[in-house]
């Protein structure tokens, strides 16, 4: 079944972060869940490398020195639904164009970041992780209201998942 029904186009940065989530979804998501961001990021051209010595840090945007080519490390010891969210919020940097950033902390991924680019890059892992259409679509269609089967369809954690519902105005 498709779970999308927004057609692939181009996008610009200039979109808000949940449209150019939208569009990266309808281009490169295979739709089957949970949404896998390595996936999708790769798909898109980015390359995608685990890094277990990045200390205190979450992950990592750059664009390689030599080649040019934008690459994503993120931290391997991360629990693991971080670093799903960690490599969306990455991918994000790409998406939107934020060009080199530094090194993100977990404090980067805090609702509380009052940080634009930050908050934009958030917005965007937020739709990709859980995209809005298919969360919709399971309450509307399928019935699924249970927070916590929700999280684990979308591996996420429940929190996450409640305050997803709350901005979707489904509690
Ligand atoms: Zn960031």
Redesign the pocket.
Known sequence: MSYMNTSPGAWQSSDAPERVAQSFLSQYWDQQLPVDPVAIAKAAGVRVYTNPEMDRYAGWFYEDEQTGKPTIEFNSNDPLMRQRFTVA??LA?YALRHGA?PR?SVQ?FSLANYDP??AE?NKFATELLMPSAVVNGLIRIRNVTDPEVLASMFNTSAVAMKYRLKKLGWV
């Open positions: 919020h990455e940097h950033r993100d980067a680019v930050e890059a």
